[in-house]
């Protein structure tokens, strides 16, 4: 690694320290500012740490090598997050922002009770525990790669100990304003990285082919013939089910997708609640919607742009055994000195921005949506070995925890997983869609009482792992954005079915009382 690349590295750190320490100091000092910043972000910075929190390393790396692969199609998928957002911030965001909320989960307590509330909190944390152990542990490898190619070989724990810390020293420092301002920053910095990398190929630059010469201009003719430039996938009767990039894949369950990640996922909801007006809300989630197309873009037209400076070239020609190895190989292989080391720090900043992001929302939802005692408990713990408890050692010591309780986490996956990336993205699909049934529930239908939508919730959770574990074990392909969709059915068949059955138990003795005595 050039020592500039190093520079750079240090620099970046020390600049997030300052960054952390000035917002610290801002701080109110209380569980609610914590957790909620007291209500009072920007929206503007609010709408870059959504964009931030949604996507991380993995995203970063993989756009590029799909659109190598597969062309710009990921911008399809940000057309239906644009519509799911639209819908959010008409439906879901004026109960939120009027009733002063910190937990998502709060409404489905308010309409079904704490027993509901808990039930949704505790599916979100354990979808969170296990996705975020595995985008720790997927997204450590390609640091590792990046270093180790760079000629700063690091072991995989050592990346992996190095990024929990840190991002602990400042998520527990700062609280939620933190973690916010941080995640403006680092994406600023992955922002600016993919811009100019898009621009340094477009001048050819890169070492890879001249993108203005002759060859070139015939290589984009090949592209627009090959479907790279298209937005979606042609549907045929082959891949309905399993590709997420057809029309109405994207579109559709693209949208219902972001409704469930954006309106009932406390990870994004919380964010969102610190915005300081229900518009100031609205802003900052549309926003969001624009941005993360502008990233989907130009990480999409990058994947594209190699592909016609390498001819079309086959990954594997140059030992590259996954397209997700693309965008690290261009890095090292490509860039100047000092932007290469920008961009190792934009890779460290999305895996960062989404870690640090989950253990505040984590914290949050174990304290706000279990009632006072885990803050009890806390406090006694804390009393039982002669530390006294502050307005911030409750929520600072959750962070903590959820912060070793991730590490093991990864660590299991470590032993025992060969298909962590796989496993990853299919695990937000398994409650995504039960808990956007529940809230629809309590949005539009009224009728429906709180034993049929638990049962309904518990019953949709179950048939959707069953899903996912028969199709895995049958080889059977179903696109992610079907997974939400599919989710919702469930819950709505199995909630009504309860209602069904327990009003068929209810009018039986009814009956019985209205038969007329024999003597």
């Known amino acids: 690694m050039h020592p500039l690349d190093r520079l750079v590295i240090l620099l970046y750190f020390a600049g997030l320290c300052f960054l952390v320490w000035r917002v610290s100091r801002r701080s109110a000092g209380s569980s609610r500012d914590f957790l909620s910043a007291h209500h009072d972000l920007p929206w503007w910075a609010l709408c870059l740490s959504l964009v931030a929190t949604e996507t991380s390393t993995l995203t970063f790396i993989s756009i590029p090598g799909i659109g190598y692969t597969q062309g710009m199609v990921f911008l399809g998928i940000a057309g239906g997050y ?18 002063s909320m910190t937990s998502a989960y709060t409404v489905l307590g308010a309409r079904y009770g704490a027993p509901m509330q808990r039930l949704a909190s505790g599916a979100f944390l354990v979808t969170r525990f296990m996705a975020e152990s595995i985008r720790l542990l997927a997204g450590a490898l390609p640091i590792v790669w990046l270093f180790t190619q760079s000629g700063l070989p690091v072991g995989r724990w050592s990346v992996l100990s190095a990024i929990l810390v840190f991002t602990l020293f400042y998520t527990i420092l700062g609280g939620l304003r933190a973690v916010v301002w941080s995640d403006a920053i680092q994406l600023g910095i992955y922002g600016f990285g993919a811009v100019f990398c898009v621009v340094y190929v477009w001048l050819g630059m890169a070492g890879h082919g001249a993108p203005g010469s ?5 290589g984009w003719s090949m592209a627009v013939q090959s479907g790279k430039l298209a937005v979606f996938h042609p549907l045929t009767a082959q891949n309905w089910l399993g590709d997420p990039f057809t029309l109405a894949a994207s579109l559709f369950g693209g949208a219902v997708l972001s409704i469930a990640s954006h309106g009932t996922d406390q990870l994004m909801v919380q964010r969102i609640l610190a915005a300081r007006s229900l518009r100031e809300a609205r802003m900052a989630l549309i926003g969001s919607a624009v941005v993360v197309a502008a990233l989907f873009g130009l990480l999409s037209l990058l994947g594209v742009q190699l592909w016609v400076a390498r001819a079309g070239r086959s990954l ?17 292989e490509a860039l100047p000195a000092g932007i290469a080391g920008l961009l190792i720090a934009g890779v460290l900043s999305a895996t960062m921005g989404s870690l640090s992001s989950t253990l505040n929302a984590m914290a949050g939802a174990s304290l706000t949506d279990f009632g006072p005692r885990p803050r009890r408990w806390i406090e006694q713990a804390m009393q039982h070995i002669g530390y006294r408890p502050g307005p911030l050692s409750a929520p600072r010591f959750m962070t903590l925890l959820w912060g070793a309780v991730l590490l093991v986490g990864a660590a299991l996956f470590t032993m025992g997983s060969k298909s962590a990336v796989v496993l990853g993205l299919t ?93």
């Not at 644009?82 to 009733?99: D, H, K, N, S």
């Not at 594997?316 to 090292?332: N, W």
């Not at 059955?501 to 009382?513: D, F, H, I, K, N």
């Open 427 to 519: 695990i937000a699909g398994w409650s995504y869609g039960p808990t956007l049934g529940a809230f629809l529930c309590a949005l539009f239908l009224p009728g429906l009482r709180a034993r049929a939508v638990m049962a309904g919730y518990v019953a949709s959770l179950a048939c959707m792992a069953l899903v996912l574990i028969v199709g895995q074990l049958r080889g059977v392909a179903i696109a992610f954005s079907w997974l939400v969709p599919l989710g919702i059915l469930f819950h709505l068949g199995a909630a009504g079915l309860y209602r069904a059955l327990a009003g068929q138990r209810a009018a039986r003795p009814e009956a019985a009382s209205q038969e007329p005595q024999r003597d």
């Open 316 to 332: 594997a020609a140059d030992h590259m055994m996954s397209s997700d190895a693309l965008f690290p190989h261009f890095m090292i």
């Open 214 to 218: 002759g060859a070139a201009g015939q």
């Open 82 to 99: 644009f519509i799911g957002r639209g819908l959010v911030a008409l439906w879901f965001l004026p109960r939120y922002v009027e009733g």
